[in-house]
C-alpha cells in the first residue's frame, strides 16, 4: 500500500520537530591528536597502534540524560582494538583511554574483546568483535539501559541503571588504538 502527502498539509513546525527528535544525523566531531576523522566525518582512523597509544573520538550529537529517549548507532569494524560506548559530552578524554579515568566520569563501553568497562570498572561481557563485524549500540534512557548487537545478534544488556540526570549529558565516544573504523 502506497500513500501520498501533500507536503503543504503538513505543518513547518511538525517537519522541524519531526527531523530534530526523531532523526538525527551522528557523525564524529571531536578527536584526539591521534586520531583522524574523514572528510565525510563517518570513519575515524587511528594514526598509531598500541593500546597505551590510543585516543578517543566523540560523536557531534549531545546526549540529555534525562530526555527518557531510545538512542541507537551502528558500525561497521574495518580493523579495530578498542572500545565503543559513551561518556560524558564535555570531550574531556580525548588523548586517553576515557574509561579508565581517575576520577569516575559516567563512561560506558563495550570493548572489542568482550567487556564491559564503565569508569575503572570492567567485567566479561558478550563475543569478542572485529574486522568485518557490525556493532549496533542502544542507549534507552526511558529504561537506563545500554546494550549491544553483533551482527544483528543480541548480547543482551550490558549496563542498567545507567546515570541519569538534569545535569548529566552523554556523547558517542570511540576509543581506538588501531587502524581505521567506520561509523
Excluded at 39 to 46: H, P, Q
Excluded at 78 to 101: M, P, Q, R
Excluded at 116 to 141: A, P, T, V
Aim: net charge positive; charged share 20%.
Amino acid at each position: 500500500l502506497r500513500q501520498e502527502y501533500d507536503a503543504a498539509a503538513i505543518p513547518e513546525l511538525i517537519f522541524f520537530i519531526c527531523l530534530n527528535f526523531y532523526y538525527m544525523a551522528e557523525h564524529f566531531l571531536i578527536s584526539g591528536e591521534r586520531i583522524t576523522i574523514s572528510a565525510d566525518k563517518l570513519t575515524i582512523n587511528s594514526t598509531t597502534s598500541g593500546q597505551k597509544n590510543g585516543a578517543t573520538c566523540y560523536g557531534s550529537t549531545i546526549i540529555k540524560s534525562n530526555q527518557a529517549f531510545i538512542h541507537r548507532w551502528k558500525f561497521k569494524i574495518w580493523v579495530f582494538s578498542g572500545s565503543i560506548g559513551i561518556d560524558k559530552a564535555d570531550c574531556k578524554h580525548l588523548d586517553e583511554n576515557y574509561f579508565f579515568t581517575p576520577t569516575p566520569s559516567h563512561s560506558y563501553s563495550f570493548s572489542a574483546f568482550a567487556q564491559k568497562l564503565h569508569d575503572r570498572w570492567r567485567d566479561k561481557y558478550g563475543s569478542y568483535y572485529g574486522c568485518g563485524d557490525e556493532i549496533e549500540m542502544i542507549l534507552d534512557l526511558k529504561k537506563r539501559e545500554l546494550s549491544y548487537k553483533i551482527n544483528n545478534k543480541s548480547q543482551g544488556v550490558a549496563f542498567s541503571n545507567i546515570i541519569v540526570g538534569p545535569s548529566v549529558n552523554y556523547r558517542l565516544a570511540v576509543f581506538m588504538s588501531e587502524k581505521k573504523h567506520g561509523g
